[in-house]
């Protein structure tokens, strides 16, 4: 069965204090995501990357940063943390115009204190 | 900009109570639509992709529906299993890559 894992389910962290996300996949896929995911507000694309070494800015990235060293790992970092980035983070993968969308971790809910 | 809203926000049924939810969108060029499942503390598993209006996909209860402006998520006699919340996506020719963008999602629930 194919699989987006995320390293920790619930985190809980204090303002300032460096985060990192962590994100691995086992579908060999290009395209990999960071959503955010808040009441009322959906999901939020942070950053993304299609290939090794590769990123983009989301909408939202500000606050953030990530990297990808390897194909199967997509880290999100949060530089600073603030009180304003407790949410519901979310990763996912996809080949290049995958048919079937994305396929999504289990999401690790993050509460800076 | 790509957009989708979707509505209701919540929506309340008894069990065997058909519905349907809506997904209004605007993009430049649909590459594909997306209908999500959420459950409570679980990333969304996908459900179906929809590509030009008129078509139609089914799956046990569900049924998706595409015209140009909006999408409908169809729930035939539903069970209280299928109470979750659904998110719909859309692909446009002008996202790089396969960047989606998500409506906020209508949350389902359904009373035995």
């Known amino acids: 069965d194919v699989k987006v894992t995320q390293s920790s389910r619930y985190l809980v962290k204090r303002t300032g204090e460096k985060v990192f996300l962590e994100c691995v996949q086992d579908m060999d896929h290009e395209n990999m995501f960071w959503y955010r995911q808040d009441p009322g507000l959906g999901l939020r694309l942070i950053y993304f990357s299609y290939d090794v070494k590769m990123k983009e800015k989301g909408d939202i990235p500000e606050g953030y940063s990530v990297s990808r060293e390897k194909k199967e790992r997509f880290s999100l970092i949060l530089e600073s943390a603030s009180t304003n980035q407790t949410s519901m983070y979310l990763c996912?993968?996809?080949?290049?115009?995958?048919?079937?969308?994305?396929?999504f971790g289990s999401g690790t809910r993050l509460t800076v204190v | 900009e790509d957009q989708v809203t979707q509505s209701p926000e919540a929506l309340r049924l008894q069990e065997g109570e058909s519905s349907s939810l809506n997904c209004s969108y605007t993009v430049s060029g649909l590459r594909g639509l997306f209908w999500y499942r959420q459950d409570p503390g679980k990333g969304p598993e996908f459900l179906f992709t929809l590509y030009s209006a008129g078509e139609e996909k089914e799956k046990e209860r569900l049924k998706a529906t595409l015209t140009k402006k909006e999408s409908f998520l169809h729930i035939t006699a539903p069970k209280p299993e299928d109470s979750a919340t659904y998110l719909c996506a859309v692909r446009g020719s002008m996202e790089y890559g396969n960047k989606l963008v998500f409506g906020a999602g209508t949350i389902l629930r359904v009373k035995s």
């Open positions: 996912a993968s996809s080949y290049p115009g995958g048919v079937g969308g994305y396929t």
